[in-house]
């Protein structure tokens, strides 16, 4: 089972230089509001590809009053030995994102080929009643744990979009070009509606034998985006898409609908506290369901978690994570955490 255990910071946020060496199972972080808890777990998701867990840009990573550049990197212990993987930005070149493993260069889009990762936020409680453009990165994290090559075709389908944008922007547009970009969008956006499509039917099934308990039970399904005859479509809509500069029509419309399945209520309208249970569900599920299909367990990053759980709850998620991989979880407070038993516990701010 692969883990972090050593991670080492520089320029990253509040650290100037810090280093942590973490066990495979709990590692949880206590300290003061602004000891930089939630500023390690954002370096850990940098070892994702994306835009980590705040989903900032490079330039506000790097340490105010740094040299102007950051990196974040990472040894990965397992039954196969370690890996070094390393992420960051230069001060020449701020917001280029650079990725190492083992030293060499690599594509971000490579990482997921090494470690899963995914979290859970306090900004993350207004996923249901927000724009859908998060849940459809909520979903797509999802995804990527499961089909590492899924970032590569969100990225070349967004590309594609782009450029489809700033063509039908000009007075007369190539249409061969605008075609070329159209198949592109469609190639890319049939592999992205498939992925996501078995991602939610899978965790659909793991939810549903769930057993009723302390957290919500969530019924997921995907509105719109559909990518059938997407080329079609999209050639048909240049006059309507060039008055709305931007495309209507693809999986960058889709939404993540998520439904309390014990009282058929949609998450929107379901209080804070059954909000939280569902994504803790979901999280969960998902956990377990890339452990199953890929045989690694994900890193999982719970930011203040245990905080808005009651005792009830909190003590169900630590017995559901015990022995389930490597789970990095922060709080003001050590007492919140009594009920894990064996973990590696670092102070920030002492």
Not at 124 to 135: I, K, N, P, Q, T
Not at 309 to 333: C, K, S
């Given at each position: 089972?692969?883990h972090?255990?050593?991670?080492?910071?520089v320029d990253?946020?509040?650290?100037?230089?810090a280093s942590?060496?973490?066990?495979?199972?709990?590692v949880v972080?206590?300290?003061?509001?602004?000891t930089?808890?939630?500023?390690?777990?954002?370096?850990l998701?940098?070892?994702?590809?994306?835009?980590?867990?705040r989903?900032?840009s490079l330039?506000?990573?790097?340490r105010?009053g740094?040299a102007?550049?950051?990196?974040?990197?990472?040894?990965?212990?397992g039954?196969?030995?370690?890996?070094?993987?390393?992420?960051?930005?230069?001060a020449?070149?701020?917001?280029?994102?650079?990725?190492?493993?083992?030293?060499?260069?690599?594509?971000?889009?490579?990482?997921?080929?090494?470690?899963?990762?995914?979290w859970?936020?306090p900004?993350?409680?207004?996923?249901f009643?927000?724009?859908?453009?998060g849940?459809?990165r909520?979903?797509d994290r999802?995804?990527l744990?499961?089909?590492?090559?899924?970032?590569?075709?969100?990225?070349?389908?967004?590309?594609?979009?782009?450029?489809?944008?700033?063509?039908?922007a000009?007075?007369?547009?190539?249409p061969h070009?605008?075609?070329?970009?159209?198949?592109?969008m469609?190639?890319?956006?049939?592999?992205?509606?498939?992925a996501?499509?078995?991602?939610?039917?899978a965790?659909?099934?793991?939810?549903?034998?769930?057993?009723?308990?302390?957290?919500?039970r969530?019924?997921?399904?995907?509105e719109?985006?559909?990518?059938?005859?997407?080329?079609?479509?999209?050639?048909a809509g240049?006059a309507?898409?060039?008055?709305?500069g931007?495309?209507?029509?693809?999986?960058?419309?889709?939404?993540l609908?998520?439904?309390?399945?014990?009282i058929?209520?949609?998450?929107?309208?379901?209080?804070?506290?059954?909000?939280?249970?569902?994504?803790?569900?979901?999280?969960?599920?998902?956990?377990?369901l890339v452990?199953?299909r890929?045989?690694r367990?994900?890193?999982?990053?719970?930011?203040?978690?245990?905080?808005?759980l009651?005792?009830?709850?909190?003590?169900?998620?630590?017995?559901?994570?015990?022995?389930r991989?490597?789970?990095?979880?922060?709080?003001?407070?050590?007492?919140?955490f009594?009920?894990?038993?064996?973990?590696?516990?670092?102070?920030?701010?002492?």
């Amino acid at each position: 089972m692969v883990h972090v255990s050593r991670l080492s910071l520089v320029d990253f946020r509040s650290y100037a230089d810090a280093s942590f060496a973490a066990g495979p199972g709990f590692v949880v972080l206590t300290g003061e509001n602004g000891t930089g808890k939630t500023n390690a777990l954002e370096a850990l998701s940098l070892l994702a590809p994306g835009r980590g867990l705040r989903g900032a840009s490079l330039g506000e990573m790097a340490r105010i009053g740094g040299a102007g550049g950051f990196a974040v990197a990472a040894r990965l212990a397992g039954d196969d030995g370690e890996v070094d993987i390393g992420t960051g930005a230069s001060a020449s070149a701020p917001e280029r994102r650079q990725v190492r493993i083992n030293g060499a260069a690599a594509a971000a889009t490579s990482l997921a080929e090494w470690l899963p990762v995914t979290w859970l936020t306090p900004a993350m409680d207004r996923l249901f009643v927000e724009a859908a453009s998060g849940r459809r990165r909520f979903l797509d994290r999802l995804v990527l744990a499961l089909k590492p090559d899924h970032g590569a075709h969100v990225a070349r389908y967004e590309a594609a979009m782009r450029g489809r944008n700033k063509l039908l922007a000009e007075e007369r547009p190539d249409p061969h070009w605008l075609a070329a970009l159209e198949a592109r969008m469609a190639e890319h956006g049939a592999a992205i509606a498939a992925a996501r499509a078995n991602a939610l039917a899978a965790l659909g099934e793991r939810l549903a034998a769930m057993p009723e308990g302390p957290f919500a039970r969530p019924a997921l399904s995907l509105e719109g985006g559909a990518a059938d005859g997407l080329a079609e479509r999209l050639a048909a809509g240049r006059a309507r898409d060039a008055a709305a500069g931007r495309a209507l029509a693809g999986p960058h419309r889709a939404d993540l609908v998520v439904v309390h399945a014990g009282i058929g209520r949609p998450a929107a309208l379901c209080s804070t506290g059954e909000q939280k249970a569902l994504l803790i569900s979901i999280v969960l599920a998902h956990a377990d369901l890339v452990a199953e299909r890929t045989g690694r367990r994900p890193l999982l990053l719970l930011d203040e978690v245990a905080a808005h759980l009651d005792p009830v709850r909190r003590a169900a998620l630590f017995a559901r994570l015990e022995g389930r991989g490597q789970v990095w979880m922060t709080g003001t407070e050590p007492a919140l955490f009594d009920g894990i038993g064996a973990a590696t516990r670092i102070a920030l701010g002492g």
